[in-house]
């Protein structure tokens, strides 16, 4: 039975707030929450103090962002780099990697960077990048009461695993010129997690066959290649910069991973290409003529070309599929007979979106189709692990509980007070009532890219729900919420964990609030128009534009996105692509024209040229959100 209490550990607690580097804010909490609410009322605020500043109110916004993650140290510190579930690669294998196939990976000292991974700001000595979590295979330790007692029990001698965590898509970056600011909760722009998966395919094709993997008894070339990369290492090498490893437990740590990998390595590489193998089939499905991106060049590119992107709903229906046909030794059939009901027939790859501020978001996803918020995380988890059975519950409500109240990231450069509190009325006027805070309504009348919304037919949805099912693995898992509410998911019905939008009444997107919006670039679901100011005159929207860049626009509000400037930026940035508009399910249409909604006209077309100013003011003003 796993059970844990928002109260935790508070030894635990203390020990992960300073690893992390997290220090107890020195202002006020209190106050300086209060002066960051001020953005909320922009109009009053500067009437009541005519020399308020943006920088006065960054500084107390960035302030509340330091105290929330203070006051849950354990919550922050899981969202950002506990791995999602007990199945991934083995720890020694994945640092190893790089040594192993640069052409792949990268080398050593790139840390994974050219997948648009970056060292973790908190934990300088951290042994992988933030995103890259690391578990035991015998789960997480726990106390007496279930309480997490750690990410990791170093006193049993165990493999341990490396798969994603929530950090490696939700924790963003901005190039301010002289430094990279690291921003939580918002999405990972750079991050190609396509071509993550991607690698292991291809280091299956490169140094996985079964004369390069070989038996016990005649070590294959890779094989042998990896045992003297291991035994080359320093000591240390495979523990040293663990999760709240003490400095007294490193030896034996590393020598146990050193010595799990040596006797086991040929059944570990076979099993990483079985495993992989199966990944593989699920992307030769999707890739299939007529299924989700088998449509040659109209379909957006499956890895190496969508940075800050993913398709977790299209991607996880494939892996579904593609496991269970592998279980019961049919991946032929899979990959040569008629086409799944369950998969779409056309390409539903969405943005990552910010996570920040869950409390003001009743639904997740882009459709609102995941209800509670312990479940929208076994959402993101499946996609990961791909086998139910080996998802992290204890995760998931841990990173749903802290991201509730996490604050978003205040705008990075000046901001005109004055003009953005005139852009105040215009928002409330035209925008407010859409993008206000709990809003369970889906707008199909926007007119953007359907592909998404629809990506769920009714065998697509019984598959969802039954693997949402299969992954609360634990009936009596159960925890206490912020609220003091006990919640125990597994024992929820249907109705609260999957909305039905295999009707067409039932589809359209969300329009979530505008927290962060300055740094959720590029615009829509799918991450089709790459600035504030294109996405208010749809006649400016560019056909084609870079993803992947962290240099930002201030006046147009987004990612500086000029395809000329593309060999210039792929020194900096090596998730750099080119994203084309007229491919399948990446449509620049929507939000762009004005719209009769609850009984009043709202205006989202601010091309008119009379309207210049009034545009360029409520543009000053999203930037305050």
């Not at 991607?315 to 019961?328: P, T």
């Not at 996803?365 to 499946?382: K, P």
Request: one cysteine or more.
């Amino acid at each position: 039975m796993e059970t844990f209490s928002r109260s935790f550990f508070s030894g635990f607690a203390i020990s992960l707030a300073l690893s992390a580097g997290i220090c107890p804010a020195q202002a006020d909490p209190q106050s300086e929450a209060a002066t960051c609410a001020r953005r909320d009322a922009l109009q009053p605020a500067l009437a009541k103090q005519p020399d308020l500043t943006w920088d006065a109110l960054r500084t107390a916004c960035e302030a509340t962002i330091v105290a929330a993650k203070a006051s849950d140290p354990i919550g922050h510190g899981w969202f950002v780099n506990a791995g999602n579930g007990f199945l991934g690669v083995p720890l020694v294998v994945q640092k190893i990697l790089p040594d192993l196939a640069p052409e792949i990976w990268g080398t050593p000292e790139d840390f994974f960077g050219s997948f648009g991974l970056f060292p973790d700001p908190d934990i300088t000595d951290r042994i992988l990048p933030r995103g890259l979590g690391i578990t035991g295979a015998n789960g997480r330790p726990v106390a007496a009461d279930g309480s997490p007692s750690g990410e990791v029990d170093y006193s049993q001698p165990q493999p341990l695993f490396v798969t994603l965590a929530c950090g490696a898509c939700h924790t963003g970056q901005i190039d301010l010129g002289d430094r990279y600011q690291v921003l939580d909760g918002a999405p990972n722009t750079q991050f190609d997690v396509r071509k993550w998966r991607g690698a292991f395919s291809a280091l299956r094709e490169g140094y996985l066959s079964d004369a390069q993997i070989g038996t016990a008894e005649a070590p294959g070339e890779t094989t042998k290649q990896l045992l003297d990369i291991v035994a080359a290492k320093p000591a240390g090498y495979f523990a040293r910069g663990l999760p709240q490893i003490r400095a007294d437990q490193i030896a034996a740590v590393d020598q146990t991973q050193r010595a799990i990998f040596a006797q086991n390595a040929v059944p570990i590489l076979s099993g990483l290409a079985q495993s992989t193998g199966v990944r593989a089939a699920s992307v030769a499905l999707q890739t299939r003529p007529g299924s989700s991106y088998g449509h040659g060049d109209r379909s957006p590119g499956l890895g190496g070309h969508s940075a800050g992107q993913s398709d977790g709903s299209g991607d996880l229906l494939s892996d579904l599929l593609a496991g269970q046909a592998a279980e019961a030794g049919k991946l032929t059939e899979l990959l040569s007979g008629p086409l799944p009901e369950a998969l779409p027939r056309f390409a539903t790859v969405t943005d990552i979106p910010a996570v920040w501020n869950q409390g003001d978001r009743s639904v997740g996803q882009w459709d609102g189709s995941v209800l509670e918020r312990f479940w929208r995380n076994i959402a993101a988890e499946l996609p990961i692990i791909g086998v139910p059975a080996k998802v992290d519950l204890m995760n998931a409500g841990i990173s749903a509980e802290f991201l509730l109240r996490l604050p978003p990231a205040p705008y990075p450069f000046e901001v005109d007070l004055a003009k953005a509190a005139a852009g105040e009325a215009l928002f409330a006027e035209n925008c407010g009532t859409c993008h206000r805070p709990r809003n369970e309504a889906r707008y199909p009348v926007i007119g953007t890219d359907m592909n998404r919304a629809q990506v769920l037919n009714p065998a697509g949805s019984a598959m969802f729900l039954a693997a949402f099912q299969a992954a609360c693995h634990d009936p009596d898992f159960g925890y206490t919420d912020t609220y003091g509410r006990r919640i125990e998911p597994c024992t929820m019905p249907a109705y609260r964990i999957l909305r039905d939008t295999t009707e067409a009444a039932n589809q359209g997107y969300l329009a979530p609030p505008l927290d962060g919006i300055w740094a959720r670039a590029p615009y829509l679901h799918n991450g089709s128009v790459p600035t504030l100011a294109q996405l208010l005159k749809p006649a400016s929207r560019a056909p084609v534009f870079l993803r992947g860049v962290i240099d930002y626009d201030p006046a147009e509000v987004g990612w500086r996105w000029q395809p000329g400037d593309l060999d210039r930026y792929k020194a900096r940035y090596p998730t750099v692509s080119l994203h084309d508009t007229a491919r399948d399910g990446w449509s620049n249409r929507g939000h762009d024209r004005d719209l009769m909604i609850e009984g009043r006209m709202h205006r989202l077309d601010w091309s008119d040229p009379a309207l210049s100013d009034q545009a360029e003011a409520l543009i000053e003003y999203l930037k305050t959100r």
